[in-house]
T-cell receptor, first 112, second 114 residues
């Protein structure tokens, strides 16, 4: 079955450093991966999408990579700020149905 | 647009009671998803609809759960009878093919079954 995994341990980093979160998938090849941010008590909010034929995508301080050989996506936040503290979710999608399967999420804590 | 609207925001009910969660997707979106989120299992896809038709309900935990989408602007998720293990946050999300399948989530309904 399709499975998508994120490091369940919280990531603690110092303000100004680069945060790197990992998303691994097994048993399938997703057409695309998406990254979402979720704050406590709120629904996930879309950040970035990267397709299987794309190596890298950037948006302001965010960067996502997609390595189909390693079956892995990395999500980077450069020059991190305390306001970046949240849970980040990776989701895999296939085809045009829009069906999304989410990982468990990784909680990021940026300390001032 | 107000975004995806879910109601109620919080629901506390006794075991055995029927619970109905409601969702209004973003106008123009033709895909609608129901997710359940718990600490143990994360965000699980329960069922999704395309153009009001249920496409995949393999995530629905058991027959006590049912979902309907009578029209493009409304969907319900019903649990009957409810059990304490159904306690979770239930999210509705919608998407449109024009938006690269980005999903827009509602604020969620926090369900507590006692």
């Amino acid at each position: 079955s399709q499975k998508i995994e994120q490091n369940s341990e919280a990531l603690n980093i110092q303000e100004g450093k680069t945060a790197t979160l990992t998303c691994n998938y097994t048993n399938y090849s997703p057409a695309y991966l998406q990254w979402y941010r979720q704050d406590p008590g709120r629904g996930p909010v879309f950040l970035l999408l990267i397709r299987e034929n794309e190596k890298e995508k950037r948006k302001e301080r965010l960067k996502v990579t997609f390595d189909t050989t390693l079956k892995q996506s990395l999500f980077h936040i450069t020059a991190s700020q305390p306001a970046d503290s949240a849970t980040y979710l990776c989701a895999q999608g296939s085809g045009n149905t829009g069906k999304l399967i989410f990982g468990q999420g990784t909680t990021l804590q940026v300390k001032p | 647009d107000a975004g995806v609207i879910q109601s109620p925001r919080h629901e506390v009910t006794e075991m055995g009671q029927e619970v109905t969660l409601r969702c209004k997707p973003i106008s123009g979106h033709n895909s609608l998803f129901w997710y359940r989120q718990t600490m143990m299992r994360g965000l699980e896809l329960l069922i999704y609809f395309n153009n009001n038709v249920p496409i995949d309900d393999s995530g629905m935990p058991e027959d006590r759960f049912s979902a309907k989408m009578p029209n493009a602007s409304f969907s319900t998720l019903k649990i009957q009878p409810s059990e304490p293990r159904d306690s979770a946050v239930y999210f509705c999300a919608s998407s449109s093919p024009d938006k690269n399948t980005e999903a827009f989530f509602g604020q969620g309904t926090r369900l507590t079954v006692v």
